[in-house]
């Protein structure tokens, strides 16, 4: 079932503070939890509690449950880490919480510390970057959504106008950026027609910069177009033809879901079939995507 569409408990469950770190950890605090006993009642001994993150839409058993020991803080709640170096797969995470073999609970959200979030810069380590970034569901429950990539190209400054759209950003998790992007290119594909594609050059921002721009005609997409509404995915390629494409996204803040925040205006764009219309937006998974459409 799809958290986000579900009905509320019908009792409040504990509300618990998030906060986050530059490297992509979080720390839980749990407030106002009363552990249920064999017997039903109030069970305060024990000390096999735990925060459960249960990953949505993942077959049992198979890396979908992660569970963080619960200890207690100086000011008297219950703290639970969550380190960068936890591989969290990519997903949304429901946050529960139990003690020994008890059904676990959910938890409610409280208040969320994501400074250290905004305009993240993260460091030159090769390894997978970690993002994580704890929301409110539609009915009241704590969730998270996580990221694991690696190279990982941010998207950055957007401008769409005259026709184009120019895009800026910045390459992550690779050794030698600049290396990386000399010779790469910037690649367009159309989600309903695999065959379609649109590839350009990419400009670097100087000898040891890891920031990359490119200019993406609008026209060029709707050469093939025959009405409807198409999305295309944008891509790094480098030179090296064994190397995987890296997607470009937006995960360096604390906005877990960009789709409906992050808007751009679509472009009138003529069309072998028909007035069309382009512009860009962020998926359900904060991937970077051009959408056409008839104007």
């Not at 159309?190 to 910069?209: H, M, Q, Y």
């Not at 906005?255 to 205006?265: C, G, L, N, R, W």
Request: glycine share 10%; hydrophobic share 35%; net charge negative.
């Amino acid at each position: 079932m799809n958290e986000d569409l579900d009905t509320a408990d019908e009792f409040a469950p504990p509300r618990t503070d998030c906060m986050a770190d530059s490297a992509g950890g979080l720390t839980f605090h749990v407030s106002d939890w009363v552990r249920s006993g064999p017997g039903g009642g109030p069970d305060e001994a024990g000390s096999a509690d735990a925060l459960v993150l249960v990953r949505r839409g993942a077959d049992p058993g198979s890396g979908s449950e992660v569970r963080l020991p619960l200890e207690p803080a100086e000011d008297g709640r219950l703290q639970a880490a969550l380190p960068s170096t936890v591989s969290l797969p990519e997903g949304r995470w429901d946050v529960h919480v139990a003690h020994g073999e008890a059904e676990p609970q959910r938890l409610a959200p409280g208040l969320n510390d994501l400074r250290s979030l905004v305009d993240r810069r993260p460091g030159p380590s090769t390894s997978p970057l970690s993002v994580r970034i704890p929301y409110p569901t539609k009915h009241g429950n704590l969730s998270l959504r996580s990221w694991r990539r690696a190279p990982h190209a941010e998207a950055g400054e957007l401008r769409v106008e005259g026709g184009r759209l120019a895009v800026r950003g910045v390459l992550y998790r690779v050794e030698r950026p600049s290396e990386w992007l000399a010779g790469a290119v910037a690649e367009a594909r159309c989600r309903r027609e695999p065959s379609r594609g649109w590839t350009g050059p990419l400009t670097v921002g100087g000898a040891e910069s890891a920031e990359f721009s490119f200019t993406l005609p609008l026209a060029e997409l709707v050469e093939g177009w025959t009405g409807g509404e198409e999305a295309w995915d944008l891509w790094l390629r480098r030179a090296d033809p064994d190397a995987a494409p890296v997607r470009l996204a937006r995960i360096l803040d604390d906005v877990p879901d960009k789709k409906d925040i992050f808007t751009y205006p679509a472009q009138p764009v003529a069309a072998p079939h028909g007035a069309a219309k382009a512009g860009p937006y962020y998926t359900t998974n904060n991937d970077l995507a051009v959408r056409v459409d008839s104007a």
